[in-house]
């Protein structure tokens, strides 16, 4: 699971932060507000990714906190601010930042940002994910759909339907097993058609094998 430290001194700006991200699947590993725990956390959780407001706690700014951390780990750093004015763009740039998130925060922002990072972190852990035909890469651990790192827009049966394919990518899925996967209700196959039908169509490419009168198999790239 995508591991990710966040550094806010603002309680309630980092509850919703951790509402946000754990809803998408990430695992979020602790809550600081300074420097000091900053530096402790990464040491005892080894997260991915550091997510840190500029304007922190203690006699360190985020930016100096991050150049503690960029000699202690390789994970990704995005800076929280509300200020994005040349100097904040530079701090961000002397440290190698991976990114930064305007304020207030805006949860489709912070989902592109993250996402793109959990692929590319991903991209280098092969076996986390499956690489589907069509250039398609699905997150065992965020259970998301990407192609070139570009997170693909499904809703959650969709994407519960993807996680049982890949979750069984050497054989089919019986069309009941996969239904009662997704719904409470008494199997009904328009619906699991329908449903397929739709990711087709979000994807404009038709990984998902019928295999007539048994069940559905995820089309799986070799090749990569």
């Given at each position: ?6 550094v ?7 509850e ?26 990464i ?12 304007m ?7 930016c ?12 990704s ?5 509300a ?8 701090y ?8 930064y998130?305007?304020?207030?925060y ?11 990072l ?9 076996l ?8 398609f ?11 070139n790192?570009?997170?693909?827009q499904?809703g ?6 993807l996680?049982?394919l890949c ?33 087709r ?7 998902i ?7 559905y198999q ?7």
């Open positions: 699971m995508y591991k990710i430290l966040i806010e001194d603002e309680a309630i700006a980092a919703y932060l951790k509402i946000i991200l754990e809803k998408r699947g990430w695992e979020v590993v602790d809550i600081v507000d300074n420097g000091e725990d900053a530096i402790k956390s040491y005892q959780s080894n997260p991915q990714l550091v997510l840190m407001d500029i922190i706690r203690g006699p360190k700014s985020g100096e906190v991050a150049m503690d951390i960029r000699r202690i780990s390789h994970c750093i995005v800076f929280a601010t200020y994005a004015d040349d100097e904040m763009i530079n961000a740039m002397d440290v190698n930042a991976d990114g998130i305007m304020k207030p805006s949860e489709r922002e912070i989902i592109a940002t993250i996402s793109l959990s692929a590319k972190h991903n991209h280098h852990n092969p986390k994910t499956s690489k589907i035909k069509g250039g890469v699905f997150n065992h651990e965020t259970h998301l759909l990407y192609k790192f570009e997170l693909i499904l959650p049966k969709a994407l519960k339907l996680q049982m979750s069984n990518k050497t054989s089919y899925v019986h069309y009941e097993k996969l239904y009662a996967h997704i719904w409470d209700d008494e199997i009904n196959l328009k619906k699991l058609q329908m449903l397929i039908y739709r990711i169509e979000i994807c404009e490419y038709d990984f094998e019928n295999i007539n009168g048994v069940g995820i089309k799986i790239d070799y090749s990569l």
